[in-house]
């Protein structure tokens, strides 16, 4: 893991919104970093800019309001900033997948599952899969994603399966492509407790029998234990927290990470009292010179007003926060 | 304080199918008690709360609110009920009026069921807001000036204004986030300080949210509730076959992966078409043909206040549990 470049390499990324009252500083400086079969959460508060991260790296986010202010993303080491639109649907439809909360949204009302998904294959192919091949594909990637009567479901039109079924199917689609990266953007949030557990449990089997890279997005660290290896934490704009995901429930650093497991009801504890974290992100118009959780912060100091970067506290283990010193370690994939 | 016996909600459909959202339904709260309900979606948990408020008009049963009879409640004891029961949905934003600022939207219901005015009313609103953890800056912004959060708050404050005896929260906090969630969790655990006599049948998906929250709770499966008891003892001791899937599925947060894990297959059935037998059974990993896909169990009683809907609920301990 540690010697081969990295799928997705972010560098330095930073990305404005610019808006009537000025320039909104959405992405500030973003490193992160996925090594092939890696599973990585991504995690934070609503708005704290994990879906403006995950799709303006992929050329999603229409530019204006949006502007790339600096940085760099490397696909399989393919720079992807300063490629054209038509490259960069190439790279989406091919190398790059993506599911969200709502499958109903990727879904046309009007067409039998079989044939979106058959269609689906064929322009990730570019066309050269011919029909009944692309079929066959299909109902394998169904067969994959556990759909029950994978052959009935293929006649059926979106509005007659549930929620589940259907995530399951764009689950299918994404994959079929054989993409180098999946990005699951709350791919549960919409679902019931069991039937999120059923899709959380297929994740964590592509990744373990497929070697699928993914980055997961959720609000929910519970949600993602399951599944992802490592963590990100992202805090207005700034990914605040790096880690492996044992280190993360058992030795958060970051104030912020802490905050949200704190916040977190547990189903087998008593819990009297629920800590949550005070106050609401930062007004990113004019954001804060040092750390941008400072207002939130009970252990806030006069340091936290200068610039805040990243502090090595264990091999694997990076945290933006001024109650930590950096520990110099050798690590390529984090190094400079 | 709210008893409900026998309740049935049909609902028949343009195509002569009748979805059965609720199907006998019996659950008593005392006054000061916060009881949970929990279930898929589409169990009727909605439905049972909608219908306690006579927001939907119930097929047959009974339901009690103190000594009100809500089903043959006149229009006048109706006005009574509507103020003394209290419901809080979901979505905040859609509950509140966008052209109203919060302190008017609160004021709204003292003003429609009270006789007070002026500088009496306008101190109570203010009053309620605050203790709701929101400041005077506030009080004069629009629904859109908020944050999700904030807006459950106002919903929560203008429900307590009328000083209900019932309070209604269906999903209060499935829209927000961690962080807000726990914020409003705080604030509804207070209430069972400031206002002991408040009574709340809390609705959710969430089994965390209940086992923080509830006394008891009742978990309903297609229209019925499977089992029920207070909170400890069913997360303990889960003896319905979906209470465990149900609590197996939940995620925790913790690295260590679960070895006790019990996966449903499949979804649930359509309660226009309910299974016969236990409606459970399709999905049941210890169902007993011959059993459980012809007979419908009765609940068997556990204890005080416990029971479950299974035949073999008295010696299901650990059974599918490994
Ligand atoms: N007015 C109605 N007409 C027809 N069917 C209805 C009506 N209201 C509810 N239903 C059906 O009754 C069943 C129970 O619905 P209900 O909204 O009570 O479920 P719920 O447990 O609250 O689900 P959720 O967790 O999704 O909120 C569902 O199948 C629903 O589609
Ligand atoms: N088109 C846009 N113009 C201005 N601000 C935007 C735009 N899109 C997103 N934002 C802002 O960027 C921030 C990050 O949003 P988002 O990535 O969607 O958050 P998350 O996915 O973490 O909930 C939010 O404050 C959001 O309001
Ligand atoms: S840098 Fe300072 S303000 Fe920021 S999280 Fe650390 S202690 Fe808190
Ligand atoms: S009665 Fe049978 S099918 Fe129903 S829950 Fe019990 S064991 Fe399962
Ligand atoms: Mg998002
Ligand atoms: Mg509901």
């Given at each position: 893991?540690?010697?081969?470049?990295?799928?997705?390499?972010?560098?330095?990324?930073?990305?404005?919104?610019?808006?009537?009252?000025?320039?909104?500083?959405?992405?500030?400086?973003?490193?992160?970093?996925?090594?092939?079969?890696e599973?990585?959460?991504?995690?934070?508060?609503?708005?704290?800019?994990?879906?403006?991260?995950?799709?303006?790296?992929?050329?999603?986010?229409?530019?204006?309001?949006?502007?790339?202010?600096?940085?760099?993303?490397?696909?399989?080491?393919?720079?992807?900033?300063?490629l054209s639109d038509r490259e960069l649907r190439g790279v989406r439809g091919k190398d790059v997948a993506m599911i969200f909360q709502d499958p109903m949204t990727y879904l046309n009302p009007v067409f039998r599952i079989g044939t979106q998904l058959t269609d689906a294959i064929r322009a990730q192919s570019g066309g050269k899969v011919k029909r009944a091949e692309a079929r066959d594909i299909a109902l394998g990637m169904l067969e994959k994603v556990h759909l029950p009567n994978p052959e009935r479901q293929f006649k059926a039109y979106p509005h007659e399966l549930s929620g589940g079924m259907r995530q399951r199917i764009l689950i299918a689609m994404a994959l079929a492509a054989k993409p180098k990266l999946l990005i699951a953007d709350e791919p549960t949030t919409a679902l019931d407790v069991t039937i999120q557990a059923q899709i959380l449990d297929l994740m964590a089997e592509l990744v373990e029998d497929m070697g699928l890279t993914m980055?997961?997005?959720?609000?929910?660290?519970?949600?993602?234990?399951?599944?992802?290896?490592?963590?990100?934490?992202?805090?207005?704009?700034?990914?605040?927290?790096?880690?492996?995901?044992?280190?993360?429930?058992?030795?958060?650093?970051?104030?912020?990470?802490?905050?949200?497991?704190?916040?977190?009801?547990?189903?087998?504890?008593?819990?009297?009292?629920?800590?949550?974290?005070?106050?609401?992100?930062p007004d990113l118009l004019n954001p804060p010179k040092g750390c941008r959780f400072a207002q939130?912060?009970?252990?806030?100091?006069?340091?936290?007003?200068?610039?805040?970067g990243l502090r090595r506290v264990a091999p694997q283990h990076t945290v933006a926060c001024t109650l930590f010193e950096d520990t110099p370690m050798k690590d390529p994939v984090h190094e400079h | 304080m709210l008893s409900i016996r026998g309740l049935d909600v049909h609902f028949p459909m343009p195509n002569g199918q009748v979805v059965r959202a609720v199907d006998g339904v019996s659950l008593s709260l005392k006054p000061g008690e916060t009881v949970g309900l929990v279930g898929e979606s589409g169990s009727g948990k909605t439905t049972v709360g909608k219908t306690v408020l006579r927001l939907v008009e119930a097929t047959s049963g009974e339901i009690r609110i103190g000594d009100v009879d809500v089903r043959k409640a006149s229009l006048k004891g109706l006005k009574t009920l509507r103020r003394k029961a209290q419901i809080i949905f979901q979505d905040p934003h859609s509950s509140l009026n966008p052209r109203m600022t919060i302190h008017r939207a609160v004021a709204e219901g003292l003003i429609l069921n009270t006789s007070l005015r002026g500088a009496a009313l306008h101190d109570k609103v203010s009053t309620?807001?605050?203790?709701?953890?929101?400041?005077?800056?506030?009080?004069?912004?629009?629904?859109?000036?908020?944050?999700?959060?904030q807006?459950?708050?106002?919903?929560?404050?203008?429900?307590?204004?009328?000083?209900?005896?019932?309070?209604?929260?269906?999903?209060?906090?499935?829209?927000?986030?961690?962080?807000?969630?726990?914020?409003?969790?705080?604030?509804?655990?207070?209430?069972?300080?400031?206002?002991?006599?408040?009574?709340?049948?809390?609705?959710?998906?969430?089994?965390?949210?209940?086992?923080?929250?509830?006394?008891?709770?009742?978990?309903?499966?297609?229209?019925?509730?499977?089992?029920?008891?207070?909170?400890?003892?069913?997360?303990?001791?889960?003896?319905?076959?979906?209470?465990?899937?149900?609590?197996?599925?939940?995620?925790?947060?913790?690295?260590?992966?679960?070895?006790?894990?019990?996966?449903?297959?499949?979804?649930?059935?359509?309660?226009?078409?309910?299974?016969?037998?236990?409606?459970?059974?399709?999905?049941?990993?210890?169902?007993?043909?011959?059993?459980?896909?012809?007979?419908?169990?009765?609940?068997?009683?556990?204890?005080?206040?416990?029971?479950?809907?299974?035949?073999?609920a008295d010696h299901t301990k650990g059974v599918g549990q490994e």
């Open positions: 893991m540690m010697d081969s470049t990295p799928i997705l390499d972010i560098r330095d990324f930073s990305l404005v919104f610019d808006t009537f009252d000025g320039a909104y500083h959405a992405i500030d400086k973003v490193d992160l970093s996925l090594a092939a079969g599973a990585v959460a991504l995690v934070g508060e609503t708005g704290c800019g994990k879906s403006v991260l995950t799709r303006a790296a992929f050329g999603l986010v229409p530019s204006p309001p949006a502007r790339i202010t600096s940085g760099s993303v490397r696909l399989d080491g393919r720079e992807l900033l300063g980055i997961m997005i959720s609000h929910d660290l519970g949600v993602v234990a399951q599944v992802c290896s490592r963590v990100a934490v992202m805090y207005a704009g700034k990914i605040v927290e790096d880690a492996p995901i044992g280190q993360i429930f058992d030795a958060p650093a970051h104030p912020y990470t802490k905050g949200l497991l704190d916040a977190l009801p547990h189903p087998f504890k008593r819990v009297e009292r629920l800590a949550s974290i005070p106050g609401t992100l939130r912060c009970a252990s806030a100091h006069a340091a936290c007003d200068a610039p805040v | 309620i807001l605050e203790s709701m953890g929101l400041p005077a800056q506030f009080h004069h912004r629009y629904p859109h000036e908020l944050s999700g959060g807006k459950q708050r106002v919903c929560i404050a203008r429900a307590l204004v009328l000083d209900p005896d019932l309070l209604v929260l269906d999903e209060p906090t499935s829209a927000l986030d961690v962080s807000v969630q726990a914020q409003i969790l705080g604030v509804l655990k207070d209430l069972r300080i400031t206002r002991p006599a408040l009574t709340q049948l809390f609705i959710s998906h969430n089994l965390a949210v209940i086992r923080f929250l509830c006394d008891r709770v009742a978990v309903m499966y297609l229209g019925k509730i499977v089992e029920e008891g207070p909170v400890e003892q069913v997360f303990e001791d889960p003896r319905h076959p979906y209470t465990r899937a149900l609590l197996s599925a939940v995620p925790v947060p913790s690295a260590v992966k679960r070895p006790d894990r019990i996966r449903l297959t499949g979804d649930i059935p359509s309660p226009t078409d309910i299974p016969k037998g236990c409606a459970f059974h399709t999905r049941c990993p210890i169902a007993k043909k011959g059993t459980c896909d012809t007979i419908a169990p009765v609940p068997v009683a556990l204890g005080p206040d416990r029971q479950a809907r299974c035949h073999f």
